[in-house]
């Protein structure tokens, strides 16, 4: 489905019953990296997967922004009238997912993100060097926002009023103390180190996350 927000055209999917949940997948991905996970949550969830511009089947445009990005979520989600929905956001979404709590503390019910990070050198060292020099190589838009942005403040965190819960793999790319800090910043936050599993394996096409999720949402 289509759906414009400001002047721009979404892609998302819409399915299953009960309480709305937002997923947002990451950098020079789309949707479909959620449809085992999604699958599996819809008879608990309405589950909103939504391409982000410039991902999949969503419009192209000049603006890479994690905060453009971030606003056209929340246009999204006032579009649709959804009311204090969940989110769930990986990576890159997790970001968006930390914006948005950010600049819109009442908008969501709960919040829970996945390998996401406040700067760039939340990333482990060995991989702010693979992708400075692929971006010496491609001039990519998707690495340079990586290599830039964000820029999220420990007070911006503060500011934080929704539940969060702050997920990463034992072998994450973001490092491990940058993960803590997320949360530790966040009054209201739970982390979760996912055991012998990296930045992508747990999420992207699997239900690993399935109970974690239903048991945080619906707690």
């Known amino acids: 489905m289509k759906l414009f927000v400001g002047s721009i055209e979404l892609n998302f999917e819409k399915k299953g019953l009960g309480k709305p949940l937002i997923m947002i997948h990451g950098n020079g991905e789309d949707l479909h990296i959620f ?3 999604s699958e599996s949550l819809k008879e ?6 939504i391409d982000m511009r410039n991902h999949g089947k969503s419009k192209m445009t000049d603006d890479f922004d994690y905060s453009v990005m971030a606003y056209d979520i929340y246009l999204f989600i006032q579009k649709l009238k959804i009311e204090k929905p969940l989110f769930f956001g990986f990576s890159d979404g997790g970001i968006i997912g930390l914006l948005l709590a950010i600049a819109f503390p009442d908008l ?3 919040v829970a993100i996945a390998g996401a990070n406040m700067n760039p050198e939340g990333l482990k060292l060995n991989i702010l060097k693979t992708l400075h020099e692929e971006y010496e ?3 990519s838009p998707y690495l340079k926002m990586m290599l830039e942005q964000p820029n999220i403040k420990n007070r911006d965190l503060s500011k934080i009023k929704t ?3 702050v997920l990463a793999g034992e072998f994450d790319l973001i490092r491990p103390t940058h993960t803590s800090r997320i949360a530790r910043h966040i009054k ?16 992207e096409h699997s239900t690993e996350l399935k109970t ?8």
């Open 163 to 165: 539940p969060v819960l």
């Open 188 to 203: 209201n936050s739970t982390v979760k180190i996912i055991p012998k599993r990296n930045h992508y394996d747990y999420i």
């Open 35 to 37: 449809d085992e996970l």
């Open 44 to 49: 608990d969830f309405t589950i909103y997967s």
């Open 108 to 110: 969501f019910d709960k």
């Open 212 to 219: 974690i999720l239903i048991d945080y949402f619906l707690d």
């Open 137 to 139: 190589k491609t001039n």
